[in-house]
Structure formats: structure tokens, C-alpha cells
């Protein structure tokens, strides 16, 4: 038995090595980069000429199907996001550093985590170039008051609150601390590409768990007030603080967060552990 799971285990990390998903897993960044700088603009557009186009990766990814180079692109996203996908499966199934210890494990559970979101915008990215609509708050919205309708969904759905405002939180964390320098080849960097570089990641780690913070937050609210429009994730967020004046200038600020969140996606592409 201990034999058969080790020849699993051997053969998940031959594959993950594979020189043509880490290849693919690359570009995935740059896609990645992509739909976060296009998220940021959007976020920029809602704060100050209050538009109504979906806020969060899924309006990214609709903001691209104007034109047949941009469906070649959202193509090309799709294909990387499925990449970046396998490579954090096969993460969550044998480890990064192939370590056991509480750490590596919380970080398994990030992996397969991070599989599922890439997997998730894949699809969108599929859904839109078929010419569908895909919305992540319209889906998070009539799931919530699906959830709503039965007894107890309004405590689960405070629950899911609860814990999206403790990712978020956990997400600024992470950030603020440069947890994230663990995952990259800093002994590759320049002197002077290093700080610029740890600095984005930074400030887009923590702009990302702001935003997320305030989506949870919303979602409780949702639940106490029985009102499932609040409960639209990012896109509810980022709209209720544009309808806010001190709001407008905190969204100004999470967009740019956003947009260096994009850039540091980009550099990972170079300077990432894959």
C-alpha cells in the first residue's frame, strides 16, 4: 500500500516537473497580470464616472470580447488558467518543498484552493468567449438567495461571510508580511528589481484582502438583512464604497492595489518557483 501511494506520489511529481506546464504555468501569469490590471481599470471606471460594468475578474474578462484579438487573448487566459490550475493541483497533492509539517500542509490546502479560483476563470474565460454572460455576482447573488429560501441559509450564508472576511484579512496579512517572497527566485532578482517587485506584490496582497474584507462584510449583511443583492462579492463591494465619497478615494486606492497586483502577476511569470 505505502509502495503504491509513493509511485502516485513519484509520478504526480514527474508530471508537475514537466517542462511544458511550467511553460504554460508561466504564461498563465501574464494572463493572470492581464485580468487584474483590466479589473483595476474597471474599479478606476466605477470610482469616478460611476460605471455599471460587472467589478471584479468576471467584467475583466467580459471587457475583452469586444473583438476577435480579444477572444484570441481570453482563448489564450483560458488555456493558462487551466495550466496554473493542474501545476497548484498537483501542489495540493504532493507539496511544494514535499515537507509535512502544519505550514506545508495549511500551504497544500492554499494550492488546492488556488486550483479551483484558476479553474473557475478558465471557464468564465470559455463561457464569454461562447458569447454568454457569465457573472460572478449574478451566479454569487442567486445562489445566496437560493441559500436564503431554505432554514438556516441565512446562517450559512453569514457563516461564508465570516469566512471570506477572514480570508480577506488573512490575504492583507500575508502581504503586509511579504510571505509571498517565499514563492519566488529573489536570489534571480537584481538588487534594484527586488524591492520594486516584493513592494507590488505588497500592495496588491493587501489591496486584494481589503476588498475581499469588505465583500465578507457585505455578505453578513446580506444574511442579517435578508437582502441577497448585497451578497455579489467584489462587484457589491467596490459599487457600495463608490456610493460613498470617502468611499470613492478607498476604491481609487484598492484599484491601484489591484493594478500592482497585476504587475507583480507578471513578473511571477519570470520569477516564480514552478
Not at 471606471?45 to 480579444?70: H, I, K, P, R, T
Not at 484570441?72 to 495540493?92: N, P, R, S
Request: aromatic share 10%; proline share 1%.
Amino acid at each position: 500500500m505505502t509502495s503504491a501511494a509513493s509511485n502516485v506520489k513519484g509520478s504526480a511529481s514527474r508530471a508537475a516537473d514537466s517542462k511544458p506546464l511550467e511553460y504554460l504555468a508561466r504564461g498563465g501569469f501574464i494572463g493572470y497580470g492581464i485580468i487584474h490590471l483590466l479589473f483595476a481599470w474597471i474599479a478606476f471606471q466605477v470610482a469616478f464616472q460611476g460605471s455599471s460594468q460587472e467589478s471584479d475578474q468576471s467584467g475583466a474578462l467580459q471587457s475583452l470580447a469586444g473583438n476577435g484579438f480579444g477572444k484570441t487573448l481570453l482563448v489564450v487566459i483560458a488555456v493558462g488558467m487551466i495550466a496554473m490550475a493542474i501545476w497548484q493541483a498537483f501542489e495540493a497533492a504532493i507539496g511544494e518543498s514535499g515537507e509535512q509539517d502544519r505550514a506545508a500542509m495549511a500551504e497544500r490546502v492554499l494550492s488546492g484552493a488556488r486550483a479551483i479560483l484558476y479553474l473557475y476563470l478558465a471557464w468564465i474565460a470559455i463561457k464569454v468567449v461562447q458569447g454568454s454572460n457569465a457573472s460572478m455576482g449574478d451566479k454569487s447573488q442567486s445562489q445566496t438567495s437560493s441559500i436564503m429560501d431554505n432554514t438556516g441559509g441565512r446562517w450559512l450564508i453569514g457563516l461564508v461571510g465570516l469566512v471570506v472576511v477572514g480570508i480577506g484579512v488573512g490575504m492583507a496579512i500575508y502581504g503586509y508580511k511579504k510571505k509571498f517572497t517565499k514563492h519566488l527566485k529573489t536570489g534571480e532578482m537584481a538588487p534594484g528589481t527586488r524591492k520594486p517587485i516584493i513592494r507590488l506584490g505588497m500592495a496588491g496582497y493587501m489591496a486584494k484582502g481589503t476588498a475581499y474584507a469588505i465583500a465578507g462584510i457585505l455578505v453578513i449583511m446580506a444574511a442579517v438583512n435578508y437582502d441577497p443583492e448585497k451578497a455579489r462579492g467584489l462587484d457589491a463591494a467596490l459599487k457600495t464604497l463608490a456610493g460613498n465619497s470617502w468611499g470613492v478615494w478607498l476604491l481609487g486606492l484598492i484599484a491601484l492595489g489591484i493594478a500592482a497586483f497585476g504587475v507583480y502577476c507578471i513578473a511571477q511569470a519570470k520569477y516564480r518557483k514552478v
